[in-house]
């Protein structure tokens, strides 16, 4: 029973942070950027959400401020890559080292408890009697406010303006000839990221019951570590939308690896190099899987070398005859 319920936490978990996953996604492989905002972002959207709670708002109505917060972090980054030309690394950085300090101001300590204060879980365990767990409730609460992203992240990037976002990571210079401004997509692509990042802090902070200005810690590696799993084992085969999806999967994978080794008897503290480990062993399964592939044609290519051969020498015959 508590491996169960080790996995329900973990899957639970995985669709809470696989809305920063997305938010990672479309810095990583869409705009071709390594953001490091996303760090402070995760932790603001979770310090705005608590602060706005406990002073008695709504918890689903602080998503749209939470989202603010995150687009404004992503401006930040994009104005100082993009107009002060600071190399888009070395941007992010200093925006994550300053939204350190920027959260401790919003929450006035460096954690916010939201005990006895209504959160998205607990409002849904009202509605149904107290029938669900917070768990459950997350797991609920994450599908579907991970669904209505997916589907409005997979509309805007279908329109022409999304689409020259997608242009822009994969040929800038291209996209300039045409008459794109790069500069503002690249902002609006970093505002867009950071935003979602901030609602998964948020989603986070509100299922674990208190935000932390050190709760974004590491969140850029466990991003790449669940985006590479995904591609790893659901690959890209049905287009952006399966992309999308498979990208949350490999969020949902990441959790539940963490749970079993957990439960196997790792300790806490090692699951930082645990998951540089996942992640240095993702990156490393194209190579690996490109040496098999011409391993495997070096040695099919002498044996079809004799067929073609030995066809030609009959065809020959033939036609001598």
């Not at 986070?204 to 790449?224: E, F």
């Amino acid at each position: 029973m508590p491996v169960l319920y080790a996995m329900e936490g973990a899957v639970s978990q995985g669709i809470l942070w696989g809305l920063m996953t997305l938010g990672v996604y479309l810095t990583f492989r869409i705009l071709n950027v390594a953001d490091m905002t996303v760090d402070g972002s995760f932790a603001a959207g979770g310090a705005v959400s608590a602060v706005l709670i406990v002073k008695g708002m709504n918890p689903w109505f602080t998503l749209l401020f939470v989202f603010f917060m995150g687009t404004c972090c992503g401006l930040v980054t994009g104005f100082m890559n993009t107009k002060l030309k600071i190399n888009i690394l070395l941007a992010s950085i200093l925006t994550q080292i300053a939204l350190y300090s920027i959260n401790i101001r919003i929450m006035g300590r460096a954690n916010t408890p939201l005990l006895g204060s209504p959160t998205m879980m607990s409002l849904l365990r009202d509605l149904t009697h107290e029938r669900l767990t917070t768990t459950t409730s997350s797991l609920i609460i994450g599908v579907f406010v991970i669904a209505i992203i997916i589907g409005l992240l997979y509309w805007f990037l279908g329109t022409e303006y999304g689409s020259a976002i997608r242009a822009t990571g994969s040929n800038e210079c291209m996209v300039r000839a045409m008459g794109v401004n790069t500069d503002t997509t690249k902002i609006v692509g970093l505002m867009i990221s950071n935003g979602m990042v901030a609602i998964s802090g948020a989603l986070v902070a509100q299922s674990q019951g208190y935000a932390d200005v050190g709760m974004g810690t590491g969140t850029i590696v466990i991003g790449l570590a669940s985006i590479i799993i995904g591609e790893v084992i659901f690959g890209s085969h049905f287009g952006l939308w399966y992309t999308l999806v498979s990208v949350v999967f490999g969020s949902i994978i990441y959790r539940i690896v963490i749970a079993v080794v957990l439960q196997l008897g790792l300790k806490s503290t090692d699951l930082k190099l645990l998951t540089a480990l996942i992640v240095a062993v993702a990156l490393s399964v194209p190579v690996f899987k490109g040496a098999i592939d011409r391993r495997r044609k070096a040695f099919k290519g002498p044996k079809n070398e004799r067929e073609t051969r030995h066809s030609d020498d009959k065809f020959k015959h033939g036609m001598e005859e």
